[in-house]
């Protein structure tokens, strides 16, 4: 059976271990959104803001949970957790690309460097002195890969991706186009007459099962390795200081900024655009909400917060004058409250 | 006549159809600023920050709006919208680079692929299987075009820019240095044991006139496709997550995060470093100012947002630590309204 | 005496006028952490939180203040400045890696650029027409760099870099991987059926010992030029706006957004992520602290602020809904002093 003709309903419930409410025999060949597939697409629903769709949907199967299989007018594949039953689904029904091992004949590889067989070297790519592509590696065209670089098995560079000199990729690894791995670190010392560059001597060690976004950054370390633990899964644009380490697991969304020497825990999610202060400690399954900043350690799991919604204008600059004035108006309850007898001794 | 010679101050206005205030034998080579214009060179006023230099300007000419007109000591080309004028006028004294069409002998081109004999191709570009380069087309040097990639007539790749796989731009559109399209989207399922990466197998649409900022980063749907809709502008390291549509005529400045499969209207205006979260639907012509979150739909246009300005650092210290007791205080007020039969009935 | 082998503390103290605690005889070959260093090792101690690891070093000489060095159980080197002596060091025991004269086979190079004999050209660059690469200055893989861009002496592009045509680097700059100068200025004129592009005709001077991040953007100048002074510090992921000037030795931290026209002085230390808009004058010796955001111009020195660290996510909630409330609690307050005769005349 090959994926290119899809797979039948029946062939999919066996595969990945689901319970099937429908006729075995229905064939797919792709996915859809529960909106707009077809009747050869399989669908999904494991978010409670399209349960409207389920109803109306045209696709030839739904992913979902028990409690929705009754709603669900075509056939049901029935999971606990749909989301990841889908995302297994539907990397077998569309797998990515094979390897195509060989070097491209414009890359410039190092003759010091070790290039396993059946690596694919894309054109346009450069390979320094000494490192060490392993199998099934794919380096994507116009990637740079710095002296004494290694690369575990089944890494993808996908295109235009740096990695400095020294960094090492365990297996796995997807870095998307863009993305720099081991620039310097923002290390320099004030002087009398302006900075003095701080070299920045450690490395990057990321570590198996590693997603890494485009355009994010990560720089090296100061003198030991910045760290990036196995199964960390990591958004566009994030930018991630010297000598910081990022437990296993943990999720962080695009557009994130981590400042040196700060270490965060496993399996915490960290949404869009939030800040984090260096030298700090961020415990086990933290989950900090968009846009938060922080800027001391936090040592308990929770829901951590610090951004505000828009308002209308007019309104949130009536707030932030207000917001200027409010030491004052604690001070004039404070008054008041003397004028109560009330106050510190009954209400603090 | 060609420009490399200027144009005399009646030629541009007949040819932008200004009203002249002035000798139209004068003739411009260039355009400069209001406060260091020298007397070959056309300015513009079109800020009221900048009207302290008109009296004094050295320009040969400026374009500006009627009222203004009688405080120009030098010619004037008068405009109801000067700022748009002056661009006209300053694309046609200095137009771009022309087309050199082309194929540098560096660049790799699948076979398959169609690129029109007019298109520029530079060097160390990579051209995938089945794409199409139109007319005209400038792919600068580096830039990593997919598998399946359409670019329509006169787009301009900077240079350096990755297209994935199926990624198809319309007529006109300008992506700068560094901006990938097309990446993989954050589509992540929590397993038991860590993350099951959700497949991205969309594409991205970007509609004609479009122009999109160095290191920008575009994601693809995770199953249909990301859209930026017909003269949408984007600036500089903006993240746009899967799924993501925008509508025609919106002006997004830098350092914008979008979340996947929100909608953002027609004409909207986004200052920089705005985030929105995923999933929301923001109408047409609405304005967001900088640094504002945004985590619920906004339904009517208007001008909303929540960005703080700064105070000095110690004075912000106590509005902080104010802001944590600001509950307490409520509850305070309530007391002290209580005393007075005040409050709920009275107040609000 | 050559740095593979290391040095003698007695060489480093007369080399970098440092008084030593210890055996001049001593010899340290690299530098380590406090906390892990072994005992061939040079460590620093320039931060308070580190101090803990002073006492059970295993390091063979510590560079600290005057009066730590009572503390320091091995060999110590004693400055006012030891972050600075350190850095001085460790750039000694580990220079960066040589410049390798000469132009790989296959860098483009326009026949009318002047190479300078002991410059670096790396693989897969190019370099456009009536460029001027100056003496020592490496040109790292993947780098593209415009017509007539100059680099004077020491410059090193690390990799992957854009320079747009026209830029001009002064002595000593360093680039890092994935930067972006020289693109268009966001810069577009409304018009009754969208947007209009402004021309961007002005340059980027980045003045001497600049260092600029890893997909840090930098956008031309509108009509004049964009100016980064002498002695800057750029961290990654920075944008800067058309026409912006940065005063010489001002420090940036990773992920700042400044919009276009604004200047900003000398010795300012801007933290990470903070957004500052367009058309502000900040004086010299500000400082920004991280995530605020800066809409108005600041006219003396000091620290300003106006970012909110993290709550739990509950308490949170409960802050931002009372904040949307701040404006009546005011009135609320006013009516309770009007009551007691307090208020306008008495309170404020």
Same mark, same amino acid.
């Given at each position: 059976?090959?994926?290119?003709?899809?797979?039948?309903?029946?062939?999919?419930?066996?595969?990945?271990?689901?319970?099937?409410?429908?006729?075995?025999?229905?064939?797919?060949? +792709?996915?859809?959104?529960?909106?707009?597939?077809?009747?050869?697409?399989?669908?999904?629903?494991?978010?409670?803001?399209?349960?409207?769709?389920?109803? &109306?949907?045209?696709?030839?199967?739904?992913?979902?949970?028990?409690?929705?299989?009754?709603? #669900?007018?075509?056939?049901?594949?029935?999971?606990?957790?749909?989301?990841?039953?889908?995302?297994?689904?539907?990397?077998?029904?569309?797998?990515?690309?094979?390897?195509?091992?060989?070097?491209?004949?414009?890359?410039?590889?190092?003759?010091?460097?070790?290039?396993?067989?059946?690596?694919?070297?894309?054109?346009? @790519?450069?390979?320094?002195?000494?490192?060490?592509?392993?199998?099934?590696?794919?380096?994507?065209?116009?990637?740079?890969?710095? %002296?004494?670089?290694?690369?575990?098995? &089944? #890494?993808?560079?996908?295109?235009?991706?740096?990695?400095?000199?020294?960094?090492?990729?365990?297996?796995?690894?997807?870095?998307?186009?863009?993305?720099?791995?081991?620039?310097?670190?923002?290390?320099?010392?004030?002087?009398?007459?302006?900075?003095?560059?701080?070299?920045?001597?450690?490395?990057?060690?990321?570590?198996?099962?590693?997603?890494?976004?485009?355009?994010?950054?990560?720089?090296?370390?100061?003198?030991?390795?910045?760290?990036?633990?196995?199964?960390?899964?990591?958004?566009?644009?994030?930018?991630?200081?010297?000598?910081?380490?990022?437990?296993?697991? @943990?999720?962080?969304?695009? #557009?994130?900024?981590?400042?040196?020497?700060?270490?965060?825990?496993?399996?915490?999610?960290?949404?869009?655009?939030?800040?984090?202060?260096? +030298?700090?400690?961020?415990?086990?399954?933290?989950?900090? @909400?968009?846009?938060?900043?922080?800027?001391?350690?936090?040592?308990?799991?929770?829901?951590?917060?610090?951004?505000?919604?828009?308002?209308?204008?007019?309104?949130?600059?009536?707030?932030?004058?207000?917001?200027? %004035?409010?030491?004052?108006?604690?001070?004039?309850?404070?008054?008041?409250?003397?004028? +109560?007898?009330?106050?510190?001794?009954?209400?603090?």
């Amino acid at each position: 059976m090959t994926t290119a003709d899809g797979a039948t309903l029946g062939q999919i419930a066996v595969r990945f271990g689901l319970e099937l409410k429908g006729d075995p025999a229905t064939r797919v060949t +792709h996915v859809g959104e529960l909106k707009d597939a077809g009747p050869a697409a399989l669908s999904f629903l494991a978010d409670a803001r399209y349960e409207r769709y389920l109803a &109306d949907t045209k696709a030839a199967a739904v992913v979902l949970e028990p409690k929705l299989a009754s709603q #669900c007018q075509v056939a049901a594949l029935i999971s606990d957790n749909p989301r990841a039953a889908y995302a297994r689904i539907a990397a077998w029904l569309h797998p990515p690309e094979p390897v195509r091992p060989g070097i491209h004949a414009s890359a410039v590889i190092d003759p010091s460097a070790i290039v396993a067989e059946s690596a694919q070297i894309g054109p346009h @790519t450069v390979v320094g002195a000494h490192a060490v592509i392993g199998e099934r590696v794919v380096v994507g065209s116009g990637t740079q890969i710095g %002296n004494g670089v290694t690369l575990a098995e &089944d #890494c993808r560079l996908m295109a235009r991706v740096t990695l400095y000199g020294g960094v090492r990729l365990g297996a796995r690894v997807i870095v998307h186009a863009g993305a720099v791995i081991g620039a310097d670190g923002f290390g320099i010392a004030q002087d009398r007459d302006g900075w003095v560059k701080v070299p920045q001597l450690g490395g990057v060690v990321i570590h198996d099962d590693v997603e890494i976004g485009a355009n994010t950054t990560i720089d090296r370390g100061a003198i030991g390795d910045t760290v990036i633990e196995r199964g960390v899964k990591l958004d566009n644009q994030i930018q991630i200081g010297h000598n910081v380490r990022i437990g296993e697991h @943990t999720a962080i969304a695009a #557009c994130v900024g981590i400042s040196g020497s700060t270490t965060i825990g496993k399996r915490c999610l960290i949404a869009g655009a939030v800040g984090i202060v260096g +030298h700090l400690q961020i415990a086990d399954d933290v989950v900090i @909400t968009g846009l938060s900043m922080v800027s001391s350690s936090i040592t308990r799991a929770g829901v951590y917060s610090s951004g505000v919604p828009v308002s209308e204008a007019g309104a949130w600059r009536r707030i932030v004058a207000r917001l200027r %004035n409010i030491d004052e108006l604690f001070d004039k309850v404070r008054v008041l409250e003397r004028r +109560h007898k009330l106050g510190d001794s009954e209400n603090s």
